[in-house]
Structure formats: C-alpha cells, structure tokens
C-alpha cells in the first residue's frame, strides 16, 4: 500500500516529547499510515497520538546529531520531538510532510477509521433534509420540498432537496438558478415561527454591467412576502465590492427591480483577509515575550475581534429585521457559501431556542454549513501555521464557532452544550477520524459514497457518555430571542481556542468542577424529597391518618 | 456611558430610550430620584459624587451630569434653568466638605448602641495578626518608640521591629527616610522566618549616607539566617528615583549597605495612575467604538500595563521571601502608595489566611489604613489638592480581582466584596477609611463617633461568598504563583468595577447569581429532607416496609463533593 513508500523509518527509540504545561515523555515514535505516535511503554503515562491530518507544518532543527523537530498543529497546538540521530529525524521529517500532505481525499484516515464504538445512531441519516421539512410542514404550508436539484446540476453546491416557496415551480427554480451564482438560487434558511417571517439565503445576482434582470429570480423571492409587505435583502459586501463584482458578471438586486426589497450593506471580510488575521492572532498568542502594550497592539493588529465583531452585528441585523421589524430577509455575498452562511447560521442561534441545543446545534450545522455548500475541504485545509501559500483557506467556521462563543459566554445558562462542543467542531473540522466535514458538498460526499465507507461524526457525539460530556451543567432551556451586546467592550478572546494550549488550566478546570458538583449534589438533594414526598403521600393516601407537612 | 436617568424637577418629560420621569430631592447627604411612575427611587451619597457638570441648555431643558467615585454616571434633564442651577450650585457646596464633622460617617446612624459599635471596631486587631505570624518572636519585638506618633506621625503607634535595633538606631534611621518612615516589619513569613519590611525612600541625595539606617537594614538581614542578604525593592521606575536625587532623596547605594541587594520594579506614581485610569474610563465608556478603536484605546490608556507591573512586583516580592527565604524591604517615594500595594499583594500571594474574608480586612487594615495610605487625600473626602487624588486603592482591587479571576477555588469571597469595599472607600459612611493616618484618627475619635465597615461587611457575609472557595485548595497552594502573561490578564478591564451601573455590556446571565441561588436551594433543600426524614421515622412501624431513602445525610454528600462549599455555613 501506498504509505509504506512515504514512511522512511517507522519508528525510533529514545525519542524526547515536550509539550506544554506538561511533562516530558521519553518512549518510541512510531509513524503509521495516519498517525504520529510515541509512547513510552508505561502504563501511567499518557500516549501520543496525533493524525497525521491535524499537521499544519513542521521545522527541524539540529544540535551535533541531535534533532528536534517542532510540530505544529491545525488545532493550534505546538509540540516539540528530539530525535537522536540525523538520518532518523530527517527521515521522520520528510516521512510527516507527506503524510500529512497528502492530496487524495480517498487517503484520508476517515475511510479507514473502524470505530471502536458501537453505532446506535447513524449520523449520516440524523439531520436530512425531509425530515427538517416535516418540522416546517407543522408549522406551516406555504413551503414546499423541491428535488429539482435532484442530480445536482442545477447548482452543484445545494443537497438534492431545498425548501423552497409552495407557488413557486421547479421551472422558475431552474431560470432563477441561472441568474445566481453558482446557481445558488433563493432558498429557506430559517422560518421564524413567531411571526412567519422567513431568511433565505443565496449567491449574488449575475446582473453584470448591463443590469440583466431575471423575472424568474424576482417572482422566486416576491413569492417570500406577505401583501403589502417589504422585505431587506443584507449584502455581506460593501456597497463598492458588489458594484466591482458587476464587472465579473455578478451584482446586486436593483431597486428598479426589486421594488419590494430594501437592501443592507455591511462589510464582512472575505476568505484570504480572514486567514489572514488568523494567521497573525495565533502568532501574537504564541509570543510569550510581549509586553502588555505589545499584546493588545498585535491582537489590534490581527483584526479577528473586529471580524468577530462584524460578523455578529450582521446577524443580529438580520435578526431584527426578522424578529422586530417583521419583515423577511434575504442574505447573500459573493458565492454565498461563507459570510452568507455565517449571518443565517448566527441568526437562527439568536432567534431559534431550538439550535441552542446539541441535538439542534448539530443540525444547524448540518443545514446551514454542510448542506448549504461551505467548503469545508477547501477552507480547512491548512490552519494558522502552514508555510504554504493559503489557496483557498480560511477560518471562516472557526469565526462562526468563535461568535456563537461569544454568545454562549454572555448568556451562559441557555445553551444546552458547552465550549468544549464548540472546540470539538472546531478540531474536527481541520482533522478527524470521521467523515463529516470531508468534502465541499453533498454532491462531493455522495460521489465519495462518505456515507457508507466513513463514520458521522454526528454517530459519536449522540452517545451517551459523549453527550454527557458535552452538556452544560448551567443550562435552563429559554425559549426567548437572546440579543447578545456586539460592542467591542463586551467582546473577548476565545481563550478556549486561542490560548488553549498557552496556559494551564488546572485551575480553571477544577472550579469548573466544582461548579459541577454544586449542580450535581442540588439534582440529587432535590430528587431526594421528591421521591420522599411521594413516598409520604402514598402512605398518606393508604392511611388516611397520617398528614405531611 | 448610559443614560440611566433622565429627568426633570417634578415635570415630564423623556429625551433618550432609557430616560424616566420623576422628582428630585435634595437631602443633607443624598441625591434621591424618585420616577414618577413607579415610586421606584435611586439615591446617590453626594461624598459619592465627584463631579457635576451644567451644560448648556437645550429644548427640553438643563442638562446635568452627574459623575460618580463608583463609576456610576447619571444624566439630569430638569426643565427650568433656574432650578437646575440651584441644584447644581447646591451640589457644588455639599460635595465639597471642608472639615471632617461634615462627613456622613458621624451623623450615619444605623440604630446601633454603643456596645454593639464598640465590639465592631474591635473586631481586627492589628496584634493579634502579628501574633498569628508569629511576632513578637526571638528576632522580632514589638518597640514603643513611635508610641506619642514622635518619631514618625503617619506611622501607627505599633510597629514590629528586629530585637537588634536599638532606639537611636530606629530614630536615626527615621531621620534618613522620607517622612521620617523608617523600615519596620509588615509580614513575617514564618515558615522560613523571612520579614517584609516596608518604609520610605532614603534621604541620600548623591552622597549623604547614614550609619544608623544602614545598621538598621543590618539589624533585618542578621534576623533572617536563611538568607545573607536582604533585597531591597525601589518600586519606582528607576528615572524617577534618579530625579528624586536632585532633591536630596533618592535610593540606597548598594556600596554602602553591605549586605542588600537592589532592585528597581517600575511602578508608575500617582499622576500617571490618575491619568490612566481616566482614559480607560473614556475609552470604555465610549458607545458605539469599532474594535479597533477599543483596542488601540485600551493600550494606549496604559491601565492593564500599570496592573500588570503591580502584579509582577508582588510576584517578585513572593518569590524573594517564600523560594530563597530572603527578607525583602519594599519602598517607593513616600511608602503609602506603591509599596502599599505591593506588600499587601504580595502577603495575598503567600498567605492563604489574607484571602479569607476576615483575613482580607485585617490586611486591608494593617498595610493600608494603619501604615498612612492617604485615604482622605486619595480619595478626595475634603476639598483638597486635585493632584493628590489617585486610584491607587482602587488599582488593588482590580489586582486581586485578576488573581480572583486566574485561581477561582482560592479566595473566600467573590469580586461582589471587593466593589462593596470600593463602594465605601468612597462613601464616607463609615469611619475606617476616613482621614489620611491612624493619628488624625484618634483626633477625630472615629472609634467612638463612627461604625466600622468591617462589622457591616461580617454581618453580611453571606452576600459576597465565593460558592468556589475550597480551603482545600489552599492547603495544597498555600503560595499561588499567578502568570502575567499580557493575555492572562482577563475580560480586559474589569466590568463590574468600572461599568458596574451600565448593565447594557455584561453578560446577560451570570454564572456566579446561578450558582448562588442553586446553593440557596440546596440549603433550604437540606432542611426539607431533614424535616421529612424526621417525619418518616415517626411513622408508625407498620411502614418500615417501605425502602428508606438511603444515604439522605447531607454531610456524607457534602464532603464528597469537595471540602469546597464549606466556606459557607
């Protein structure tokens, strides 16, 4: 098989781990297909292991015949391996290049990762589309269920069956689909239950310089009004970028055409500025160096707060107009698959007390982000530290994940999940031994038969114990719209991302612990007089004699 | 900042979203608004006031504003001009008391005899805390030499000095500091018998020396045979010491004090801090910044830079007396100030006891209110010198919040009783914090005309608990060891201090009022099950049959989930 060709030397003695706020670990290196590790043979201390996919670059460096080599991973992590001996340790080096380069998705540990779990729930069948309709169908029925894009040719990057208004034919579909980007026609993001009001989202209008227009396109999203009402349309682009798209044969809606639809400009950044600015946050957090006045000036500096920032007030825009003004929106940018799916996502957080769970989170996740077409592949494909010129990288889900922290921090009692679930997405989306985040859309994945030949990450998290896990011990279901303050005083950084790895936590964790336990112990004292009381009550109803207080 | 209030005299009228109507009264000691349409009323202490300012008039009438020691900011609309100027030449003659009687301490009454006030303000003593350190000891005694406040009027009358130093030894050495502030001990560190000591800058110009000062700082190394030598800490940038040459002070010449070692920590003086802190406020204070602006705002205001700088000083402090077992002599200019802060951070860092509540009051007490930290002048209680005002106090209590913030499991009490002290700093309700020495204290005869804070604090302990507090984890570090990475310092400035009235920032639930009120139902969860335990087992026999809700003792549970919630009681 193929790896054995890119594994130089399997395994070497001897070998010294350093990482962080832990102890060094002195054992064997081993490299397998997809895995570093190293391990020490005893029983109390902790293996390495580390998928060869979670590598974003390395550097080696020699003393005499000493090697070491610094790993550096997707998830932010920084690891240090000395390696006796020259030839070994640049046989190692090259050995992790390649493995951890490797261009065919096929290659991937995903498809060769058995789970040593057992499967009660498949998660490739968890979150499918017709069963999200059915949600709708309660609800209301002026949707309907298209399967236009059946064979995805009408636009690659949509699952075959989009939600779409009950009047409107798979015809008018197909024209409007010509009109949008990628043909990523008008489609249901979210349905507003309170009010009927509905988001929708898409890819940028082909206008181009001569102001085409689309009847179609028009009558698609008219179609999303009440009479006599007006909707917004909110561009992710400021209003210069859209007008240069008009150039490349994209646009905007015109208000000539679109007379019912008053649109919303904001400036939200694009792939290669984002990865960017992720680029230059985690330096500034790796630099232990810096004084205070440095520090805040390079976090400054790297604008990922201002991003942060941004983001949020756009979907809290979008939510206003929804919840407040009661008025339906429609959202895109560009392609309409990154900042388009950031503001629909992070609406829906807001407005929607169902995707503050983890049942519901993860089928936000599904809908707005894997079957709405992020390109995963494309943008995870390297993380903050790679020396390789970024192509089509960035940390747009990351910024996602990072926004609904912030919101998760300021309202800390109505998410049914933890950080630690946003940090799992977060890993798993750059490395992970599943198949969910392979792939750049539902036609990719079909294609790559991800279904039957990989395990859904969605499979393990809905156990049990993993659930448990994931669980936020504060939560107390709200059923209310959550407005989260976006002014930058009330913003901070992800130190659960960002400076994971940079200080210890023991401190922090064993409070949190604590915390816990105070939970804990009031559930079992107050299940306790429950069951006591109606013990007592039986005994009441059996002998009439006996009152309880 | 927010517009919390709105309002007019007694008219209606509503400018902003969050304005209300209502009436405005002006009492001898507070400001009360009372909204017209829901009898709710908001009152402001006028010693809580520091500035009012009159702007000029506008359709719906005279604007006031109002701004607070506590950071609280509220907007006055009143409708007539000429009414507004009353209240606001009224407010200009009440906020500035000029004499001490004028305070709200004497005349504050909270229906209490003398007893009760008596055994209030006897509730720290200074004594026995040294007593708890294990001094007077065979190298440390107690001397009467300060006793008539002679030899050094800003310094208590108590003062822990090395068995060694002889009276003309101290009063010379007097003579050589600054205010006559000579090196007396603040902590003892009884496991390695290493002092912290604490004085004033010595009065060396280029050249001048004195034998009786050096014998001294000879007298403390010799107390400590751990060590040979004894650090002394200038907290001071070094350019400011170097200035204060010129002017006959200046620091120790390492030549001539055989056995010290020196060093300089850079803390900026009271100015700088005064004037840092004013940009923040700005900086945060401002609506609808970009992040941008936040950020280059918050570097340029230099706050979190002058905490960290506090913080890394006391860490050094730490490391000196609890690794190498060296006594250390902390000074600044004058040594109420820096050295203040830095010796009372650093006894946090090393002894477990000052970061109960009780434990904090004393240390409160001793290396602030009994060491002369210039309460009056800090703080502005009478019309003073604006140049002295400086949030020096205020900076250790955002200190402590941080390492509040980095060891939650370590401190008895949550930030709620810190801004409570911070809150009555300010207000001048009780007597502990008024005047600038303990000898202007004793002529105000505040013991015996005023309430001390501490008994009010006690009696409300339940209020500012830290439900995370475990005393067991300060069995296991007794000396903690914060990290000061720029980063580690967290939230980036300290909301509920500085935005503590404009709620439109914060979080909107809090971790720490969900966790309070759970450990209330637990509590009261507690006494039910007792009750129907106690009902159970009255029952008749017949119905022993039925399966005993085994394991329902509550200490069992108690203490396997974590000696921590103990703190309580």
């Given at each position: 098989m193929e790896f054995a060709e890119l594994i130089k030397t399997p395994r070497v003695d001897g070998v010294v781990l350093h990482r962080p706020f832990m102890p060094t670990v002195e054992g064997t290196l081993c490299l397998t297909g997809h895995h570093l590790i190293l391990s020490s043979r005893q029983d109390n201390t902790e293996e390495l292991w580390l998928l060869h996919s979670n590598i974003d670059s390395i550097e080696k460096r020699f003393?005499?015949?000493?090697?070491?080599?610094?790993?550096?991973?997707?998830?932010?992590?920084?690891?240090?391996?000395?390696?006796?001996?020259?030839?070994?340790?640049?046989?190692?080096?090259?050995?992790?290049?390649?493995?951890?380069?490797?261009?065919?998705?096929?290659?991937?540990?995903?498809?060769?990762?058995?789970?040593?779990?057992?499967?009660?729930?498949?998660?490739?069948?968890?979150?499918?589309?017709?069963?999200?309709?059915?949600?709708?169908?309660?609800?209301?029925?002026?949707?309907?269920?298209?399967?236009?894009?059946?064979?995805?040719?009408?636009?690659?990057?949509?699952?075959?069956?989009?939600?779409?208004?009950?009047?409107?034919?798979?015809?008018?579909?197909?024209?409007?689909?010509?009109?949008?980007?990628?043909?990523?026609?008008?489609?249901?993001?979210?349905?507003?239950?309170?009010?009927?009001?509905v988001m929708m989202r898409s890819g940028q209008p082909l206008t181009g310089t001569n102001?085409?227009?689309?009847?179609?396109?028009?009558?698609?999203?008219?179609?999303?009004?009440?009479?006599?009402?007006?909707?917004?349309?909110?561009?992710?682009?400021?209003?210069?970028?859209?007008?240069?798209?008009?150039?490349?044969?994209?646009?905007f809606e015109s208000e000539a055409n679109y007379p019912q639809w008053r649109r919303i400009h904001k400036a939200l950044e694009r792939s290669n500025v984002l990865q960017e600015s992720l680029i230059k946050l985690v330096e500034a957090c790796n630099d232990q160096s810096h004084s205070m006045d440095r520090w805040l000036s390079k976090l400054e500096a790297s604008s990922w707060q201002t991003h942060v920032k941004e983001i949020l007030t756009t979907a809290c825009l979008a939510a206003q107009c929804i919840d407040r003004e009661g008025a339906s929106v429609l959202v895109h940018g560009t392609e309409g698959t990154d900042s388009t799916l950031q503001v629909t996502s992070?609406?829906?957080?807001?407005?929607?007390?169902?995707?503050?769970?983890?049942?519901g989170f993860q089928g936000l996740v599904e809908r707005e982000w894997l079957q709405a077409g992020h390109p995963f592949q494309q943008r995870c494909a390297q993380s903050a530290y790679s020396n390789s010129k970024p192509r089509q990288e960035s940390p747009v889900f990351l910024l996602f994940l990072d926004c609904v922290w912030q919101i998760l921090r300021q309202f800390p009692c109505s998410f049914e999940f933890s950080e630690s679930f946003l940090v799992l997405l977060f890993e798993h989306a750059y490395a992970s031994q599943f198949g969910t985040f392979l792939g750049n859309s539902t036609a990719e994945r079909t294609r790559l038969s991800l279904p039957e030949k990989t395990v859904s990450l969605w499979s393990w998290v809905n156990r049990p114990q993993e659930l448990e896990r994931l669980t936020n011990p504060l939560y107390e279901a709200n059923s209310l719209v959550i407005w989260p303050s976006v002014a930058p005083q009330s913003l901070l950084l992800w130190e659960g991302v960002f400076l994971r790895w940079n200080r210890s936590s023991r401190c922090l964790d064993e409070a949190y612990e604590e915390m816990v336990h105070i939970i804990e112990y009031n559930k079992e004292l107050q299940n306790k007089v429950n069951s006591l009381r109606r013990q007592l009550a039986q005994l009441e109803t059996e002998d009439p004699l006996l009152q309880t207080p | 900042m927010f517009y919390t209030q709105l309002y007019s005299q007694e008219k209606h009228l509503s400018l902003l979203n969050k304005s209300t109507n209502g009436t405005l009264y002006l009492t001898a000691t507070h400001l009360i608004f009372v909204e017209s349409s829901s009898n709710n009323s908001t009152s402001i202490l006028h010693h809580h006031i520091a500035s009012v300012e009159k702007l000029s008039l506008t359709t719906t009438g005279c604007p006031l504003v109002i701004q607070c020691r506590n950071f609280r900011v509220v907007h006055f609309v009143v409708q007539r001009e000429r009414d507004c100027h009353d209240i606001y030449s009224s407010l200009l003659r009440l906020l500035r008391p000029v004499s001490y009687e004028e305070l709200y301490a004497f005349s504050y009454n909270p229906k209490?005899?003398?007893?009760?006030?008596?055994?209030?303000?006897?509730?720290?003593?200074?004594?026995?805390?040294?007593?708890?350190?294990?001094?007077?000891?065979?190298?440390?005694?107690?001397?009467?030499?300060?006793?008539?406040?002679?030899?050094?009027?800003?310094?208590?009358?108590?003062?822990?000095?090395?068995?060694?130093?002889?009276?003309?030894?101290?009063?010379?050495?007097?003579?050589?500091?600054s205010k006559g502030r000579f090196p007396v001990l603040t902590y003892f560190y009884q496991e390695k018998k290493a002092a912290v000591c604490r004085c004033s800058q010595p009065l060396s110009g280029f050249s001048a020396r004195c034998l009786e000062d050096e014998s001294l700082l000879q007298a403390?190394?010799?107390?400590?045979?751990?060590?040979?030598?004894?650090?002394?800490?200038?907290?001071?940038?070094?350019?400011?010491?170097?200035?204060?040459?010129?002017?006959?002070?200046?620091?120790?010449?390492?030549?001539?004090?055989?056995?010290?070692?020196?060093?300089?920590?850079?803390?900026?003086?009271?100015?700088?801090?005064?004037?840092s802190l004013q940009k923040l406020l700005e900086v945060i204070g401002t609506r609808s910044l970009n992040m941008s602006d936040y950020l280059v705002g918050l570097e340029s205001s230099g706050w979190l830079r002058h905490i960290k700088a506090v913080v890394d000083a006391a860490i050094f402090l730490t490391k000196a007396v609890t690794v190498e077992g060296a006594s250390v002599l902390v000074h600044c200019s004058d040594g109420w100030d820096r050295t203040a802060q830095v010796c009372s951070l650093g006894a946090l860092l090393m002894d477990p006891y000052y970061r109960t509540m009780k434990g904090f009051m004393v240390l409160i007490e001793k290396d602030w209110i009994s060491f002369g930290h210039k309460f009056a002048d800090r703080c502005d209680q009478l019309d003073g010198d604006p140049k002295e005002v400086s949030p020096i106090f205020t900076q250790f209590l955002e200190c402590v919040w941080q390492l509040t913030e980095q060891f939650p499991q370590a401190f008895e009490f949550s930030e709620w009783f810190l801004l409570q002290i911070h809150e009555h700093v300010h207000s001048c309700q009780y007597g502990n914090f008024l005047g600038n020495n303990q000898r202007q204290?004793?002529?105000?005869?505040?013991?015996?005309?005023?309430?001390?804070?501490?008994?009010?604090?006690?009696?409300e302990k339940q209020?500012?608990?830290?439900?995370?507090?475990?005393?067991?984890?300060?069995?296991?570090?007794?000396?903690?060891?914060p990290s000061t990475l720029p980063y580690n310092f967290?939230?980036?400035?300290?909301?509920?201090?500085?935005?503590?009235?404009?709620?439109?920032?914060?979080?909107?639930?809090?971790?720490?009022?969900?966790?309070?009120?759970?450990?209330?139902?637990?509590?009261n969860a507690e006494s039910t099950l007792q009750a129907l335990e106690t009902l159970q087992l009255q029952l008749p026999p017949a119905t022993s049959r039925l399966p005993h809700s085994g394991g329902t003792h509550k200490p069992q549970r108690s203490a396997a989930a974590g000696g921590g919630r103990g703190g309580g009681g």
């Open positions: 003393v005499g015949s000493l090697g070491t080599i610094i790993v550096k991973c997707k998830d932010l992590r920084v690891i240090q391996l000395d390696i006796p001996g020259m030839e070994e340790c640049l046989n190692i080096a090259s050995s992790i290049e390649a493995l951890s380069t490797l261009d065919s998705v096929s290659l991937m540990y995903p498809f060769f990762y058995r789970p040593m779990f057992e499967v009660i729930e498949d998660g490739w069948n968890s979150f499918l589309p017709e069963d999200a309709f059915k949600d709708l169908e309660s609800m209301t029925d002026e949707w309907r269920l298209s399967d236009v894009n059946k064979d995805f040719s009408v636009c690659p990057s949509y699952p075959p069956l989009v939600a779409v208004p009950k009047d409107i034919d798979d015809d008018t579909l197909r024209k409007a689909a010509t009109f949008r980007h990628s043909g990523r026609f008008p489609v249901l993001s979210y349905y507003h239950k309170k009010n009927g009001m102001g085409r227009r689309c009847k179609e396109d028009e009558k698609l999203i008219n179609a999303t009004l009440r009479p006599g009402k007006r909707g917004y349309i909110i561009d992710t682009r400021t209003i210069n970028v859209a007008q240069q798209a008009k150039a490349r044969g994209g646009g992070l609406a829906q957080i807001i407005l929607d007390p169902a995707c503050r769970t983890i049942r | 209490q005899n003398d007893q009760q006030r008596e055994e209030g303000w006897q509730l720290i003593d200074l004594g026995a805390e040294f007593e708890r350190m294990g001094v007077p000891c065979d190298q440390w005694q107690l001397t009467d030499v300060n006793r008539d406040y002679k030899v050094c009027e800003t310094y208590p009358r108590d003062l822990y000095v090395p068995i060694t130093a002889s009276k003309p030894i101290i009063v010379g050495s007097s003579k050589f500091r403390i190394s010799k107390a400590n045979h751990n060590s040979r030598f004894v650090y002394v800490m200038d907290t001071r940038p070094k350019l400011n010491a170097l200035a204060n040459r010129a002017a006959g002070k200046g620091y120790e010449n390492e030549d001539n004090y055989s056995n010290i070692r020196f060093q300089f920590v850079g803390i900026e003086n009271i100015h700088v801090m005064r004037t204290r004793e002529e105000l005869q505040l013991r015996e005309r005023t309430h001390s804070l501490w008994a009010f604090l006690m009696s209020n500012y608990l830290n439900p995370f507090y475990s005393p067991a984890y300060s069995e296991v570090h007794p000396v903690l060891a967290k939230s980036v400035f300290w909301r509920n201090m500085y935005h503590q009235f404009d709620r439109s920032m914060h979080p909107r639930q809090s971790i720490l009022k969900a966790i309070l009120t759970l450990r209330d139902n637990s509590r």
